[in-house]
């Protein structure tokens, strides 16, 4: 994800308002960010390394080498800018907030639009699976075999949805959810349900 949740110039003053903590190199500005937003933003190098470009040639922040780590430090300079505008931390701390509950948000939308496009292929597959049935008095038993599998299944997917929104909701907090448990979480259903029609088909 990368969604514009600063507004134009609040990233750069929070970049301020993380290095007046202490010295930081580019990475750990970027997992800062990303425990602030509880994992559900990680800013890219893109964004951070030209804004801190930008504060180095203002006079706002000093770098130095140590090892292959180049460190950010703020300057004096800086911190006049940010006491200057500390008032406005607080505005920004509060768009952060509302950041953090619509990105939350939207991953709990895309997981259920993932289990939501699952359980309707297995619906469908039961659909046609009574339609290829014979007109015989088979076909009473295969439709109530079919509906049968297809409630137990729908249990089943919404046993898993709630158990795993749960699980989302208490990482998102912790702040231990990131874009690639999100990756990976939508990359594994697609597999479920390329195996499951995989096995239907072969039926």
Not at 12 to 18: F, K, N, P, S, T
Not at 99 to 122: H, K, P, Q, W
Request: charged share 30%.
């Amino acid at each position: 994800m990368t969604p514009a949740v600063f507004a134009h110039g609040n990233l750069r003053l929070y970049l301020l308002a993380l290095l007046e903590e202490r010295p930081r190199h580019g990475y750990e500005l970027i997992q800062a960010l990303s425990e602030r937003f509880g994992g559900t933003y990680s800013p890219s190098a893109g964004t951070i390394y030209p804004r801190l470009a930008k504060l180095e040639e203002e006079g706002l922040v000093t770098k130095r080498t140590d090892g292959r780590k180049t460190v950010y430090e703020i300057t004096d300079a800086g911190r006049a800018e940010l006491e200057s505008r500390r008032h406005e931390l607080d505005a920004i701390e509060d768009d952060v907030t509302d950041s953090v509950r619509r990105l939350a948000e939207g991953v709990r939308a895309e997981v259920d639009s993932a289990m939501r496009s699952l359980r309707a292929e297995l619906a469908n597959a039961a659909r046609e699976a009574r339609k290829a049935a014979s007109t015989t008095s088979a076909t009473v038993h295969v439709n109530a075999e079919g509906n049968r599998a297809v409630h137990e299944a729908d249990l089943v997917l919404n046993e898993f949805r709630q158990q795993l929104r749960t699980e989302l909701r208490t990482q998102a907090q912790r702040g231990k959810l990131t874009d690639g448990t999100v990756s990976l979480l939508k990359a594994r259903l697609a597999d479920v349900r390329a195996e499951v029609l995989r096995e239907l088909a072969g039926r």
